[in-house]
């Protein structure tokens, strides 16, 4: 999935664990209750998206490369 597009998507409650997302566009993405450890996310475009307290960060890779990681997301995981 590197490179995706998935500006928009809904991807409440996914399971996407272990998946390479590098280079890929999650503006506006609903990632609320998502799965996402150990997951890459290096050169990801973030922008407008959702999360919550269900959405699990734990081990995702390439946060520090990210563009656009919203201040919140930042705080929350220490980056």
Known sequence: ??????????LQDADLSRVD????NLTG????G???MDANF?????????WDK????????GLETAKNLPAAL???LGE
Request: glycine share 10%; charged share 20%.
């Open 1 to 10: 999935m590197a490179g995706a597009n998935l500006s928009n998507a809904n």
């Open 21 to 24: 997302l590098s280079g890929g």
């Open 29 to 32: 993405a609903n990632l609320s």
């Open 34 to 36: 998502a799965y996402l």
């Open 42 to 50: 290096s050169h990801e475009l973030f922008g407008d998206m959702r």
């Open 54 to 61: 269900n959405t699990n960060w734990e081990d995702v890779e």
């Open 74 to 76: 930042e705080k929350l």
